[in-house]
């Protein structure tokens, strides 16, 4: 696993608007686009910055992931998004230095990433998402 760049930071937040308000308007980020995700009942906004993007999630359904996060946290900060070329690699070093991982393999987007999470656990605290962009 040789990490190239920081691909994403995940805010969760109650309303996807009245996190744009902040964000991109008076912040001044451009909204790149939006878009649903049912797989992870999530509405999600992307925000380009630097050489990777904030995204703000917003739970669709009261039962996802997302939204247990959100009521047992409140909004904030949910992960980061780190770049990887090989995903299976990657993870049997986390493996090899006793790294709880999330998920036991990759799963796929439809857009073709591969991507898995590294429990905060492992990691100080901080939810670690892995991403290996298509070929």
């Not at 247990?68 to 049997?92: K, Q, S």
Request: with cysteine.
């Amino acid at each position: 696993m040789s990490p190239e760049t920081l691909n994403h930071v995940a805010i969760v937040v109650e309303d996807l608007e009245s996190a744009l308000r902040f964000w991109r308007d008076a912040l001044g980020l451009k909204l790149q686009r939006t878009e649903d995700n049912p797989a992870e009942a999530v509405r999600i906004a992307f925000l380009p910055l630097g050489e990777g993007e904030i995204e703000l999630l917003e739970p669709t359904d009261d039962d996802s992931g997302i939204a247990r996060y959100l009521a047992r946290r409140g909004p904030g900060m949910h992960h980061l998004c780190i770049d990887v070329d090989d995903i299976e690699a990657a993870m049997a070093r986390l493996a090899a230095y006793d790294i709880e991982l999330i998920n036991e393999t990759p799963r796929t987007r439809e857009d073709g990433i591969r991507y898995a999470f590294i429990h905060p656990r492992s990691t100080g605290g901080v939810l670690v998402e892995l991403y290996e962009q298509p070929r």
